[in-house]
């Protein structure tokens, strides 16, 4: 009996509960939590796709890293739940339905679903590819000037967030 | 069902998305909004290694790695504005923010 339908399906709509949930929730904390049950559920399809270092990074870095980052921000600004204001609550909430449902439908029209050898399904070389060792040598051969630009990246944002959340701007 | 069909990874993929698009659009809170830019990229790194997996091609990864090395830089800077706005104007309330616009 084979398993990977029912993770997927049960994963998949635990993923899209919680993405809605956090959406609708008032309270910036339970936001956070429950867009870090959604990583999970992500994780988990990841690893159903048999990318296993790719699932792994998305609970250390998304979960874990960022996520902390949103919650010190969230409780440093001591912020309540969002008070409501009256006007347009309800036309507010269902133009966000509707909106959300022209880009899907937007989307699925625009995939025009793929058929033929993609749908026979995963490939079979998948198992060793999510692997450190596959991703690690197709990211220093290939990909290394990439690589290099994102340690750029990732300094020019370590010093702007120090220059920007300074008490005195320069 | 033996496997489970690009198709439906697409399909989840498309609907964490539009989830994503209409937070942005209708909260009002400056870090919600954020954390719904997060579930967006998140969806297109589903796309990625979706399209990675079943077409036996290690790039897609990679690509995915680099979205998130730039989801984490964005993330901080956000972050770093919002705690700057908030000193400045004791709200994040993006409908209180609107100096920029003309």
Redesign the interface.
């Known amino acids: 009996m084979?398993l990977?339908?029912i993770v997927?399906i049960v994963t998949?709509l635990v993923?899209?509960v919680s993405?809605?949930l956090?959406?609708t929730r008032r309270n910036?904390v339970k936001?956070?939590l429950f867009?870090i049950v959604?990583?999970f559920c992500?994780a988990v399809?990841?690893l159903?796709?048999?990318?296993q270092?790719?699932a792994i990074?998305?609970i250390l870095?998304?979960a874990g890293?960022?996520m902390v980052?949103?919650l010190f921000?969230?409780m440093?600004?001591n912020?309540g739940t969002?008070e409501t204001r009256r006007e347009g609550k309800q036309r507010?909430?269902l133009?966000?339905?509707f909106?959300?449902?022209a880009?899907?439908v937007e989307?699925?029209v625009g995939?025009r679903?793929?058929t033929g050898e993609?749908?026979?399904?995963?490939?079979?070389?998948?198992g060793q590819?999510?692997t450190v060792e596959?991703?690690g040598k197709?990211?220093y051969t290939?990909?290394i000037f990439?690589?290099e630009v994102?340690s750029l990246?990732?300094l020019?944002?370590?010093v702007?967030?120090i220059v920007?959340?300074r008490?005195k701007?320069l | 069902m033996d496997q489970i069909p690009l198709s439906y990874y697409l399909i989840l993929s498309a609907a964490l998305f539009s989830i994503g698009v209409a937070g942005v659009l209708t909260r009002r809170n400056a870090i919600i909004v954020f954390m719904c830019i997060e579930l967006m990229l998140n969806s297109v790194n589903l796309t990625l290694i979706a399209f990675s997996s079943f077409f036996g091609n290690p790039a897609g990864q990679v690509l995915v790695f680099f979205v998130m090395a730039v989801a984490a830089a964005e993330a901080a800077v956000g972050l770093a504005i919002i705690i700057a706005i908030f000193r400045n104007k004791q709200t994040v309330d993006i409908q209180d923010i609107n100096i920029l616009k003309w």
Do not use: D, H, K, Q
């Open positions: 084979n990977e339908p997927f998949g993923a899209l993405a809605i956090m959406v910036p936001s956070v867009l959604n990583f992500l399809i990841y159903l796709l048999r990318a270092f790719i990074i998305e870095v998304y890293a960022i980052l949103f921000v969230i440093l600004l912020m969002e507010r909430g133009f966000a339905a909106l959300g449902t880009v899907f989307i699925l995939l679903l793929p993609a749908e026979s399904g995963i490939s079979t070389s998948a590819m999510g596959s991703i197709t990211l290939g990909y990439p690589f994102t990246l990732l020019a944002a370590m702007g967030v920007l959340a008490r701007i």
